[in-house]
T-cell receptor, first 111, second 116 residues
Framework: DAKTTQPTSMDCAEGRAANLPCNHS???????VYWYRQIHSQGPQYIIH???NNETNEMASLIITEDRKSSTLILPHATLRDTAVYYC????????????FGTGTRLQVFP | AAGVIQSPRHLIKEKRETATLKCYPI?????VYWYQQGPGQDPQFLIS???????DKGSIPDRFSAQQFSDYHSELNMSSLELGDSALYFC???????????????FGSGTRLTVV
């Protein structure tokens, strides 16, 4: 699996958009970009994933650059409950493949 | 909707004892994964099973073993426990025949093991 690089930490004001970047310059053509988050000591929670098109669901939007070497997770209106560690993971599509967690970004949402 | 169930939630053991952690996947999920997360660390993949056969292996110590049973639940057996085994242990499950766009890779709430 390709390696990803994320900032160690970020802050965001409540109600504002949180934009979390991820670099995955060695991504292969058949690898997807997945985002998970982990709220303190809870199990990681799936947020969104994509291959090359931008994706949106009820939780977030995923913007993938045209060359697929980087992506941005957008939480449109951050709340205090969005404070968590956010993991960007690159993985071949397929349902038996493990997830490899990198360091992640610790997002702190403040009032 | 049913989630991944792990038991027990908390477990305290002494050094050199054994521990068994259980994981009940989401119904109709056929793959189970185990992860270990030490204090202040990121989750580390240990082992996975697909259709009751080991499908992948990560940094799992030889003192640990795991299996998946006919009802798809899985157990992680840990022997000769060491202080360094104190961690959160997460189980996740997924399906090779997902419903909808998400592959259904879902984590349980974890078991916190403390070795004293």
């Amino acid at each position: 699996d390709a390696k990803t690089t994320q900032p160690t930490s970020m802050d965001c004001a409540e109600g504002r958009a949180a934009n979390l970047p991820c670099n995955h310059s060695t991504i292969s053509g058949n690898e997807y970009v997945y985002w998970y988050r982990q709220i303190h000591s809870q199990g990681p929670q799936y947020i969104i994933h994509g291959l090359k098109n931008n994706e949106t669901n009820e939780m977030a939007s995923l913007i993938i650059t045209e060359d697929r070497k980087s992506s941005t997770l957008i939480l449109p209106h951050a709340t205090l409950r969005d404070t968590a560690v956010y993991y960007c993971i690159v993985r071949v599509g397929g349902n038996t493949d493990k997830l490899i967690f990198g360091t992640g970004t610790r997002l702190q949402v403040f009032p | 909707a049913a989630g991944v169930i792990q038991s027990p939630r908390h477990l305290i053991k002494e050094k050199r004892e054994t521990a068994t952690l259980k994981c009940y996947p989401i119904p109709r999920h056929d793959t189970v994964y185990w992860y270990q997360q030490g204090p202040g660390q990121d989750p580390q993949f240990l082992i996975s099973f697909y259709e009751k056969m080991q499908s992948d292996k990560g940094s799992i110590p030889d003192r640990f073993s795991a299996q998946q049973f006919s009802d798809y639940h899985s157990e992680l057996n840990m022997s000769s426990l060491e202080l360094g085994d104190s961690a959160l242990y997460f189980c996740a499950s997924s399906s090779t025949h997902p419903q909808g766009t998400h592959e259904g890779y879902t984590f349980g709430s974890g078991t916190r093991l403390t070795v004293v």
